[in-house]
């Protein structure tokens, strides 16, 4: 199995940043994709951002963002600590929700869920 925890999660004020961790355990060595949602209260989850693993170092993955969120949040994954971060600045009030963590495991052939972490941005 593919464990993940998330973390970094918290209340700020609009404009302010965060930044989300997620560790992940268990067999790591064939996530092939690794994404942050988020679930807003009341709505549906919905994808921030994603990075797809070309191999095994940051330059060969490929991302991509929301556009509610580009040019706000960065994704990064750190094979050495298979780990997974999402830096978000210029927080707004709409970015508040339950932000999960998603790895696709190609030797288990599915998805595998983080508990989420909960952001709050203030007006």
């Known amino acids: 199995q593919v464990r993940l925890v998330e973390s970094g999660g918290g209340l700020v004020q609009a404009g302010g940043s965060l930044r989300l961790s997620c560790a992940a355990s268990g067999i790591v060595s064939r996530i092939y994709r690794m994404a942050w949602y988020r679930q807003p209260p009341g709505k549906q989850r919905e994808l921030v951002a994603e990075i797809t693993s070309n191999g095994r170092i940051s330059s060969d993955s490929t991302t991509h963002y929301a556009d509610s969120v580009k040019g706000r949040f960065a994704i990064s994954r750190d094979y050495a600590e298979n780990s997974m971060y999402l830096q978000m600045n210029n927080l707004k009030p709409e970015d508040t929700a339950v932000y999960l963590c998603?790895?696709?495991?190609?030797?288990?052939?599915?998805?595998?869920w983080g508990q989420g972490t909960q952001v709050t941005v203030s007006a």
């Open positions: 998603n790895a696709f495991s190609t030797y288990f052939e599915r998805d595998f």
